[in-house]
């Protein structure tokens, strides 16, 4: 079956970063696209940044754009979200997802916060 679990959050400062790592199973890994998206206590999810299969093109929400970078290796079924100048705004649970067909699966998330 599909699993996704994230790690890497953590209590950090603004200005400062994190790398957030997700290790997927359950599929063939290098066939789906992955995403990462977020939820800011008390708001609706948010979706952060997706990339495609080869890890060739990278989609980024318009709040982050330049500061995250999203990338992922094949080989380890391992997708990252390293996150620069972390503002007090990036404070959430981001998770990992992916889509197959009509069905999305996402892991538990880990939570960042910037303060």
């Known amino acids: 079956h599909v699993q996704l679990v994230e790690s890497g959050g953590d209590l950090v400062q603004p200005g400062g970063s994190l790398r957030l790592s997700c290790a997927a199973s359950?599929?063939?890994?290098?066939?789906?696209?992955m995403s990462w998206i977020r939820q800011a206590p008390g708001k609706a999810l948010e979706w952060v940044s997706s990339?495609?299969?080869?890890?060739?093109?990278?989609y980024y929400a318009d709040a982050v754009k330049d500061r995250f970078t999203i990338s992922r290796g094949n080989a380890r079924n391992t997708v990252y979200l390293q996150m620069n100048s972390l503002k007090s705004e990036d404070t959430a649970v981001y998770y990992c997802?992916?889509?197959?067909?009509?069905?999305?699966?996402w892991g538990q998330g880990t939570q960042v916060t910037v303060s």
């Open positions: 997802a992916t889509e197959m067909g009509w069905v999305g699966y």
């Open positions: 990339i495609d299969t080869g890890g060739t093109n990278t």
């Open positions: 359950g599929f063939t890994f290098s066939n789906y696209y």
